[in-house]
């Protein structure tokens, strides 16, 4: 048999600056929920904070500041202190120092991520970014390939994959980060960025009342036809229909309000039988004028 070799146990920290606070944590343990347990609770908390900031200081320079760690190891103390019990037998510095920790390490897993991302995936990139870090010592030139990391992980490529994407959603990039690395040349990531198309909302609106001009009477179609296709003034419209200015104008107007009142009822999803269409009774129903080209030669679009 192989002989077992042990490890010296390092020493812990000795903490030269802990308080002795048994007698107070003893009497916490008796206290019921008032003003005389959250005074007391207080005092144990600042006595201790040395501690919590000495902890927080082990995490520093990554990409948080020292005083948000030093906040969030506070309350992970101020935890401690409130779920401390004497009676158990464990000393106060083994209990608390999990508990700081492991509130800072939650504040990296939920509030630092630029792109939040599943706690498994964070998981992924870490045994991901280990495994990076121990192979490159080793690989020459580049860094090493999805397969090697899942042969050295142990994980399957597809979990390899996930957390190289998310090493690089841990920090975004500034719009105005440029283009290419240590180029000059003015251009930046927010120049890569689409506008907003004006005429695809004409675009949607011409398709929304194909339909509906369809179904207009033909005197209706044919005034918008002269209006709006030959540029025609109502007067001149008036004039070649034989009919007057203001007759033209109701015309227009019964128009506009038949056909806005009929693309808001195709929006909110009301389909109607051909029967119940306005103008099926003339025969200029939907079907009939499928194909119906505004009088004048042009469609009606």
């Known amino acids: ?141 580049r860094g090493p390939s999805v397969e090697q990391i899942a042969e050295h992980t142990g994980m399957p490529q597809e979990d390899v994959a996930a957390g190289l994407e998310a090493l690089g959603s841990f920090r975004s990039l500034s719009l105005d980060a440029s283009l290419s690395a240590g180029s000059d040349d003015g251009f930046s990531l927010a120049d890569t960025f689409g506008e907003p198309e004006a005429e695809y909302d004409t675009v949607v609106a011409r398709e929304a009342v194909k339909p509906c001009l369809r179904e207009l009477p033909e005197r209706q179609r044919r005034v918008l036809y002269l209006r709006f296709f030959r540029d025609m003034s109502q007067s001149s419209i008036g004039q070649e229909l034989g009919i007057s200015q203001m007759h033209v104008s109701r015309l227009l107007s019964k128009s506009f309000e038949r056909v806005r009142r009929q693309v808001e009822h195709e929006r909110r999803g009301v389909r109607r039988s051909p029967s119940e269409r306005p103008g099926h009774a003339h025969g200029t129903g939907r079907t009939a004028h499928r194909h119906a080209a505004v009088p004048g030669g042009a469609a009606a679009a």
């Open 1 to 141: 048999m192989c002989p077992v070799r042990y490890r010296p146990q390092r020493a812990r920290h000795s903490h030269d600056d802990a308080p002795d606070t048994a007698q107070d944590f003893a009497r916490l343990a008796t206290l019921p929920e008032g003003p005389e347990r959250e005074e007391l609770s207080s005092r144990l908390v600042e006595a201790w904070l040395p501690m919590a900031h000495r902890l927080a200081a082990k995490y520093r320079n990554r990409g948080e500041s020292l005083e948000d760690l030093e906040q969030v190891a506070a309350l992970g103390l101020v935890k401690a202190v409130d779920r401390y019990d004497p009676a158990l037998g464990t000393p106060f510095v083994p209990f608390a120092v999990p508990t700081i920790t492991g509130e800072i390490r939650r504040h990296f897993r939920d509030h630092t991520w630029d792109v939040h991302v599943p706690r498994r995936v964070q998981e992924l990139r870490n045994k991901v970014r280990a495994a990076v870090r121990d192979l490159s010592t080793t690989v020459e030139d």
